[in-house]
C-alpha cells in the first residue's frame, strides 16, 4: 500500500495499523509547516524527543505562514528538508509497510499535506548498553570492547578499526512479520561479489515469522543446518571481526545482538584467538597445538577408554589392567552406563556452573565436582580410573575457543563413546572417517569447510601454524584476487 495525498487519510491508516489510541506509545503529533500541514509519526521512547523537538517540530513550525504556498505538492516534504529540518540521515518513502517498520524500530516519519512522499529519520533515543569487556571471548594481550546490542554502536566499532573508504555497510531485513535489521559489511574489491549475493540473498528469503537474534539470522546463512559443527564463525570482538574483513569475508550484524557472523568461514577459525594475532607467530603457533590437543583428548579418550577396556585389554599393562578390573568389579552397571552418565554428570556441572547467579557458579562447580566424584567413588558407582578420563576430557573441552563449537564437539564426543564401547577402537576408525569424509562435503556460503587443506587452495599461511608476518601477506582463498574485474 503507498501512501495518499491527503493527511488525514494517511494517519487514519497509521492510526488503525499501529493500534491507536487504545496503543499509548504511538505519537502522532499534527502541525503547520508555513503554508501547509504537516505531521509526525513515531514510537514514544524509542526516539529522542529532544531531536524531535530542536530539528524537526521548531523549525518546521517558525516558519513563515506562506512558506512554501508556491511549491508543488508532491515537493514538500522536499522543501521541508532543505529548509526546515536539520537530521541526518534522511530517507524519502511512499510505501505504508516500508515506513511502518522504520517507525518500529525506532525512526521518525514525517507526512505532509498533498504529498504521497514522507521522509524518515533517524532519531533514535532509547536506553542502550555501554561499550564493555568481552564476556566470552577473554583475552590476556589486545583490545578489551566487545560489540554491544545496538547495531548502530556496532558498526561504529568496526568503522574505528578498518577506517578505508572501500568499506561498504548495507542493511538488510530478516524475517516476516516481525522485521529484524540486520547490516552486511564487507570490503569492496576484497570481499567477492557473488559470496556477498548469495548471502543477502538468503536473509531476504527468509519466510519466518521472526529472526531475532544472530544465531537464528546465522541458521539463515549456513548451507548445512544438519551439521554438528558450525560452517560460519561468531565472535563479540570487534578487532576479530575487522580481521574477517581484511581477509575478504563477510560480516552480519544484527540489531539487538551483541555478536557478529563471519562468513565465509573455515574449520581452522575456530581454532584461532585474538590472543593468536598479538603475540609472537612462535607463542601464537604453540597455543594453537595445545589448543588442538585439547579438543582431540575431548573427543576421543572417553571411547578411546572404554574401546581399550572392552576390546583391547592388551593395550593396557598387567598392573594397571588389574587396577581398573578390581574396582570395575563391585561396579554394578555397566562400563559404557558408567562413562555415559559421568560424562552426562560433568556437563551438568559445567551448565549448572554457567547458568548460576553472580558469583555462584564457580562455587557451584567446585562443590559439585567434588561432592559427586568423591561420593560416586565411595558409593562404587564410578571407577576412579573414570572420572580421571572423564575430568581430562572436560578439561579438553575448555580449550575449545568458541562456545558454539564446543556445543558441537560434545555430541561428537557421546557419538565416539557409543562407538568405543559398541566396536572399539576399529568402530571408532570408522566414525572419524565417515565424520572427516562429511566435514570434507560441508560447504560456509558454497565455500569449502576445510579448504585450503582440502581442496588444496592459495591462502594466507595461518592456518594451524601461523607464520611470520612478513608471509602473510596473501588473502584468504574466497577473496577476490588483485586485478579481478
Known amino acids: 500500500m503507498t501512501l495518499l495525498a491527503a493527511l488525514s487519510r494517511n494517519l487514519d491508516v497509521f492510526r488503525s495499523r499501529l493500534n491507536a489510541p487504545l496503543n499509548e506509545d504511538v505519537l502522532v503529533r499534527r502541525f503547520q509547516s508555513g503554508a501547509f500541514e504537516s505531521a509526525i509519526i513515531a514510537i514514544d521512547g524509542m526516539v529522542s524527543a529532544e531531536d524531535i523537538d530542536e530539528n524537526i517540530l521548531k523549525p518546521c513550525m517558525d516558519l513563515p505562514h506562506d512558506a512554501g504556498g508556491d511549491v508543488p505538492e508532491e515537493e514538500r516534504v522536499s522543501f521541508l528538508m532543505k ?56 583475552v590476556v594481550l589486545g583490545p578489551h570492547e566487545s560489540f554491544t546490542e545496538s547495531i548502530r554502536t556496532n558498526i561504529t566499532l568496526l568503522r574505528r578499526i578498518v577506517q578505508r573508504e572501500e568499506l561498504v555497510t548495507e542493511f538488510v531485513s530478516a524475517g516476516g512479520k516481525m522485521k529484524t535489521r540486520c547490516a552486511l559489511l564487507y570490503l569492496r574489491g576484497t570481499a567477492e561479489e557473488e559470496l556477498v549475493k548469495r548471502i543477502r540473498a538468503r536473509i531476504e528469503r527468509c519466510t519466518y515469522d521472526f529472526a531475532l537474534t544472530s544465531g537464528e539470522v546465522e541458521q539463515l546463512i549456513e ?142 562447580g567446585i562443590v559439585s565436582g567434588l561432592i559427586l566424584g568423591e561420593s560416586a567413588v565411595s558409593a ?46 576399529y568402530a571408532m576408525a570408522l566414525l572419524l572417517i565417515f565424520l572427516l569424509c562429511a566435514a570434507c562435503a560441508m560447504r560456509s556460503v558454497g565455500s569449502p569447510l576445510t579448504a585450503p587443506v582440502t581442496p588444496p587452495r592459495r591462502a594466507n599461511p595461518d592456518f594451524l601454524v601461523r607464520l611470520p608476518m612478513k608471509f602473510q601477506k596473501a588473502r584468504a582463498f574466497f577473496a577476490r584476487r588483485s586485478g579481478e574485474a
Open 83 to 138: 529548509n526546515a529540518v536539520s537530521i541526518l540521515p534522511v530517507k524519502t518513502k511512499d510505501n505504508v509497510d516500508e515506513i511502518l517498520a522504520d517507525v518500529l524500530s525506532g525512526q521518525c516519519a514525517l507526512l505532509c499535506e498533498g504529498c504521497t512522499l514522507a521522509c524518515v529519520m533517524d532519531v533514535r533515543g532509547f536506553e542502550k548498553r555501554s561499550i564493555g569487556k568481552p564476556e566470552v571471548e577473554h
Open 223 to 364: 548451507d548445512s543446518p544438519l551439521a554438528l559443527i558450525p560452517s560460519t564463525i561468531r565472535t563479540e570482538r570487534p578487532d576479530r571481526a575487522a580481521s574477517f574483513l581484511a581477509e575478504g569475508q563477510i560480516v552480519v550484524l544484527t540489531d539487538g545482538s551483541p555478536a557478529a557472523i563471519g562468513a565465509p568461514a573455515t574449520i581452522f577459525h575456530h581454532l584461532h584467538t585474538p590472543d593468536d594475532a598479538s603475540m609472537r607467530w612462535q607463542y601464537g603457533t604453540y597455543l594453537r597445538i595445545v589448543r588442538l590437543i585439547g579438543m582431540l583428548i575431548h573427543v576421543f579418550l572417553p571411547g578411546i577408554y572404554l574401546a581399550v577396556l572392552r576390546f583391547h585389554p592388551e593395550l593396557l599393562s598387567p598392573m594397571l589392567l588389574t587396577s581398573v578390573y578390581e574396582t570395575s568389579s563391585r561396579i554394578p552397571i555397566p562400563a559404557y552406563l558408567e562413562a555415559l552418565l559421568m560424562t552426562l554428570a560433568f556437563d551438568l556441572i559445567n551448565e549448572a556452573g554457567l547458568r548460576a547467579p553472580g558469583t555462584m557458579g564457580n562455587a557451584v
Open 380 to 425: 562404587d558407582i564410578a571407577s576412579p580410573l573414570l572420572l580421571i578420563v572423564v575430568a581430562a576430557s572436560g578439561l579438553g573441552g575448555f580449550c575449545v575457543p568458541g562456545y558454539a563449537l564446543s556445543i558441537g564437539l560434545k555430541i561428537v564426543q557421546l557419538l565416539f563413546l557409543t562407538a568405543g564401547a559398541a566396536g572399539g577402537l
